[in-house]
């Protein structure tokens, strides 16, 4: 998706006071109206060397001003409110550090009355530039009318841009929330087949657990008439053995009375 800021003007809008900020020489900015100081990370290296200076205790409780840097590319940070040497400073953990007018010579213990712009820019330039500060500061009076202007089109600008941002976002929303939906359904007929597939696994293991049982009950029914049959065969033997018995008692008795016949009969007179 295309930022909204790509065409983003090169305007930085003071925190204190929200007038335009000049771009004054390498990474520092001044307010036009208050003149308070905008010192970007990479001014702050090469003078100081210390990106985050200057170092202090942070103090939550007092942040107040926003981040101008980060204004402009459509975020509002919160800067932290940071205690050094008394003074309190604002610093983007991102971008750089501001200061109110006078802080920046307090913070330099400059001497009083000693130009702390002129102090900064000799420690960042090689060479420092007095009648370019003069003639800049001349401006910042005589062109201030025109600089608000301006900054009130900057404003204007910027709004428009978070307005298209935030239409963005909404409509990334409903794209998103779309998408959610799609994912939601596929979950849901997924785990409708899933509960099928449950479903016929259960009807077959009870079908199995059924049959199981009946063959359980034939062989229980098939056992109990087995011992009925045992015993009536076991009667059956004890029955054809007393039979055999008396035949065999039976044929004896017959051989003994035919072997009596067959001996010489008695005289019959
Ligand atoms: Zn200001
Ligand atoms: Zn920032």
Request: aromatic share 4%; hydrophobic share 40%.
């Amino acid at each position: 998706m295309e930022s909204p800021y790509r065409e983003a003007p090169q305007m930085l809008l003071c925190p204190r006071c929200a007038e335009a900020l000049d771009r004054v020489f390498g990474g520092v900015a001044v307010c036009v109206g208050c003149q308070g100081a905008w010192i970007s990370q990479s001014a702050l290296d090469v003078a100081f060397g210390n990106p985050r200076w200057p170092a202090g205790r942070n103090m939550w409780w007092h942040a107040a001003l926003d981040c101008p840097e980060c204004a402009t590319e459509g975020t509002v940070t919160r800067m932290d409110a940071r205690s050094a040497d008394a003074i309190m400073v604002d610093l983007c953990p991102s971008h750089g550090v501001w200061l109110d007018h006078g802080e920046l010579a307090r913070l330099m213990k400059l001497e009083a009355g000693a130009d702390e712009l002129l102090a900064l820019q000799r420690k960042v330039n090689a060479v420092p530039d007095p009648d370019g500060l003069a003639q800049r500061r001349l401006r910042w009076r005589t062109e201030l009318d025109k600089r608000r202007r301006q900054t009130a089109e900057f404003r204007a600008w910027l709004e428009m841009a978070a307005q298209r941002k935030a239409a963005e976002a909404a409509e990334a929303e409903r794209l998103r929330a779309i998408e959610d939906e799609k994912r939601r359904q596929v979950r849901e007929a997924q785990a409708a087949s899933a509960a099928e597939i449950a479903r016929v696994a259960e009807e077959k293991r009870q079908a199995e657990l059924a049959r199981h049982q009946r063959l359980m009950k034939q062989r229980a029914e098939i056992a109990a008439s087995m011992n009925v049959l045992v015993r009536e065969r076991e009667a059956a033997r004890g029955h054809l053995a007393s039979v055999e018995s008396q035949f065999a008692q039976h044929e004896k008795a017959l051989s003994e009375i035919d072997k009596e016949l067959d001996a010489p009969k008695p005289n019959p007179k």
